[in-house]
């Protein structure tokens, strides 16, 4: 006797897919629901707790990890389309022996935090933004006149602007660009 149930589980689609991501350096093979966005996963998965859930609606950008060495939102990311790439999160980004990243130090040295919730955004996302302005992308500040492709020089305003998808509900901001300034110079 057939009843929904059972139909229901034949036609139900298939809502897991094996995922692999390679986070930091090593590979992670996970079963994924399709709902799931990187963040959790990275989260409650894999115990890389550096990420940030701050508004879960990529408004903060505390969240922000490097996929394939673009810095992106993790919280609209769904980990099931990530198969196969390359995610750095701030825990990756010591070297050997914990040697801190130099934009590490800087923030640091800077004192370019108070709670440190929107940190390790805010480090992956000047990481982001440093090697986009290298590799010649314009942000709403550049120069026109500066020729297409070529390296963006990052002063003020273009740290800024380019870190202002990252909010620091403390204020820091002063000194998160003058870190930036110290890695860049
Ligand atoms: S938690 Fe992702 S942008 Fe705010
Ligand atoms: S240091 Fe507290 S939110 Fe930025």
Known sequence: MGSHED?????????????????????????????????????EDLDLWGAKKGCDHGQCGACTVLVDGRRLNSCLLLAVALDGCEVTTVEGLAGDGEELHPLQRAFLDRDAFQCGYCTPGQICSALGAVAEAAAGHPSHVTDPAVPSGEPVRLDRAEIRERLSGNLCRCGAYPRIVEAVEDVIR
């Open 7 to 43: 139909r229901d589980d034949e036609t139900a689609p298939c809502r897991f897919s094996d995922t692999t991501l390679r986070v930091n350096g090593k590979p992670h093979t996970l079963s994924v629901d399709h709902r799931r966005v990187l963040l959790d996963v990275l989260r």
